[in-house]
């Protein structure tokens, strides 16, 4: 399992239109990939900073 971290100034602040925007341009990146990797799980965090987990 490897941790990604993408940093997003503010983005624990974002409202919720604009989160499921990201999660959007994520989902479009790892369906890009195919198989490769298998998202497990995000989180985000009030400093700023976008952490996934991938299998």
Known sequence: MFV?????PG???FGLE???QNSA???AAI???GDAIEWDHSLCAR????SGLVR
């Not at 990604?4 to 997003?8: F, K, L, T, V, W």
């Not at 400093?47 to 976008?50: I, R, V």
């Open 4 to 8: 990604i971290e993408q940093p997003i």
């Open 11 to 13: 983005v624990g602040f």
């Open 18 to 20: 604009k989160k499921q």
């Open 25 to 27: 341009n994520s989902n």
């Open 31 to 33: 369906a890009k990939l």
């Open 47 to 50: 400093t700023g900073h976008l």
